[in-house]
């Protein structure tokens, strides 16, 4: 795992957003900080400790130590229909699998705050050959979770592509957005976090960027970004015909059925 990043959507100075990209061996400290005790997650509530635990990152894989020595966090999977860690008090080191991550803390202030964690780099192995050494093996290019959120999102994208319907444009994020709609666990998915699946899959799954002018503007860069992940997957063939059935039918869909 070359890095994750650490997402707190709300925190910091003027409760602005925090994004902290970490390399193997670097670690990151939450809690509620002072001028003796910094942190580099600002978790601003009277029932988080000064120093609350910490973040690090190994070679594959991340681990939080808890330094409560009451309170237990949970590190939820968002992706996983409820599945979800405990972290017990005092704690050190505890291995996190999940490849995406929430990591919460009882908290006064509506009950618990939160922040995110993406370790991008999970590798996954090629089917092993007949009597071929383990050594021999070669890992994916991009590692992609098939049953993740952001792998939807990429589909949605392709969509029109992959049914030949000689798009002359991406599809736009509120019409991601609604062509989710339908699937199971998406109906409350919002065009912001649409946006954010988009900016995870080309900075850290797909490792491109925005092919924007110099000078353009915010919307110019994010549908340059857009461009720039569907033209990657469909050349690759990351995304294929056969992922279609991940969506939802369509109306026209829908229509022939009724």
């Given at each position: 795992?070359?890095?994750?990043?650490?997402?707190?959507?709300?925190?910091?100075?003027?409760?602005?957003?925090?994004?902290?990209?970490?390399?193997?061996?670097?670690?990151?400290?939450?809690?509620?900080?002072?001028?003796?005790?910094?942190?580099?997650?600002?978790?601003?509530d009277?029932?988080?400790?000064r120093?609350?635990?910490?973040?690090?990152?190994?070679?594959?894989h991340?681990?939080?130590?808890?330094?409560?020595?009451?309170?237990?966090?949970?590190?939820?999977?968002?992706?996983?229909?409820?599945?979800?860690?405990?972290?017990?008090?005092?704690?050190?080191?505890?291995?996190?699998?999940?490849?995406?991550?929430?990591?919460?803390?009882?908290?006064?202030?509506?009950g618990?705050?939160?922040?995110?964690?993406?370790a991008p780099?999970?590798?996954?192995?090629?089917?092993?050959?007949?009597?071929?050494?383990?050594?021999?093996?070669?890992?994916?290019?991009?590692?992609?979770?098939?049953?993740?959120?952001?792998?939807?999102?990429?589909?949605?994208?392709?969509?029109?592509?992959?049914?030949?319907?000689s798009?002359?444009s991406v599809?736009?994020?509120?019409?991601?957005?609604?062509r989710?709609?339908?699937?199971?666990?998406?109906g409350?998915?919002?065009?912001?976090?649409?946006?954010?699946?988009?900016?995870?899959?080309?900075?850290?799954k797909?490792?491109?960027?925005?092919?924007?002018?110099a000078?353009?503007?915010?919307?110019?860069?994010?549908?340059?970004?857009?461009?720039?992940?569907?033209?990657?997957?469909?050349?690759?063939?990351?995304?294929?015909?056969e992922?279609?059935?991940?969506?939802?039918?369509?109306?026209?869909?829908?229509?022939?059925r009724?």
């Amino acid at each position: 795992m070359s890095g994750l990043v650490v997402h707190l959507p709300g925190g910091g100075a003027g409760g602005g957003a925090v994004t902290l990209r970490l390399g193997p061996g670097e670690v990151a400290r939450f809690g509620r900080g002072d001028a003796r005790t910094p942190v580099e997650l600002r978790l601003d509530d009277v029932a988080v400790s000064r120093l609350a635990g910490q973040i690090r990152v190994t070679d594959d894989h991340w681990q939080l130590s808890n330094h409560s020595p009451t309170q237990s966090y949970l590190v939820e999977n968002p992706e996983g229909a409820g599945e979800y860690l405990r972290v017990p008090p005092r704690r050190a080191g505890a291995p996190i699998p999940f490849e995406f991550s929430r990591v919460v803390l009882p908290a006064r202030a509506g009950g618990a705050v939160s922040f995110q964690v993406f370790a991008p780099d999970h590798l996954y192995l090629d089917p092993p050959g007949p009597g071929g050494p383990l050594t021999g093996r070669t890992v994916t290019a991009y590692s992609l979770d098939e049953t993740a959120t952001y792998f939807l999102v990429l589909v949605a994208l392709c969509e029109p592509w992959l049914r030949d319907r000689s798009p002359v444009s991406v599809p736009t994020t509120p019409e991601v957005v609604e062509r989710l709609r339908g699937r199971p666990g998406c109906g409350r998915l919002t065009a912001r976090a649409v946006s954010s699946h988009i900016d995870y899959l080309a900075e850290e799954k797909l490792r491109i960027g925005a092919p924007a002018a110099a000078g353009a503007g915010r919307v110019e860069r994010h549908n340059g970004k857009r461009d720039a992940v569907v033209g990657l997957a469909l050349r690759f063939g990351i995304v294929r015909e056969e992922h279609l059935a991940l969506l939802p039918p369509s109306r026209a869909e829908a229509v022939a059925r009724g």
